[in-house]
Nanobody
Framework: QVQLVESGGGLVQAGGSLTLSCAASANIGAMGWYRQAPGKQRELVAG???????KYADSVKGRFTISRDNTKNTVYLQMNILKREDTAVYYCVASRKGTAVAVYEYWGQGTQVTVSS
């Protein structure tokens, strides 16, 4: 069983930046970030294959950047120009498959990101 440990959440003012990190306990394939805001469905924010191909939700394109360090089994989410609607619990996800996936087998515990006005 692969464990995912997230860090970097917190409170930030609108327009600010925050970086999330997630370390996997073993070599892993595709990784990504989901988020869930109160009263809303969970949504995929960004995903990255083991080879570095990325995809983003339309709502974060141009503001968020996902990257990874395969030597550390770690994925990052750099979030810039944060908006109040980015407030949510962010979950790190991972898959054994290295290519783009629709379903991730592993989920982290989640980290809260709160954007204040």
């Amino acid at each position: 069983q692969v464990q995912l440990v997230e860090s970097g959440g917190g409170l930030v003012q609108a327009g600010g930046s925050l970086t999330l990190s997630c370390a996997a306990s073993a070599n892993i394939g595709a990784m990504g970030w989901y988020r869930q805001a109160p009263g809303k469905q969970r949504e995929l924010v960004a995903g990255i294959t083991r080879g570095g191909n990325t995809k983003y939700a339309d709502s974060v394109k141009g503001r968020f950047t996902i990257s990874r360090d395969n030597t550390k089994n770690t994925v990052y989410l750099q979030m810039n120009i944060l908006k109040r609607e980015d407030t949510a619990v962010y979950y790190c996800v991972a898959s054994r498959k290295g290519t783009a996936v629709a379903v991730y087998e592993y989920w982290g515990q989640g980290t809260q990101v709160t954007v204040s006005s």
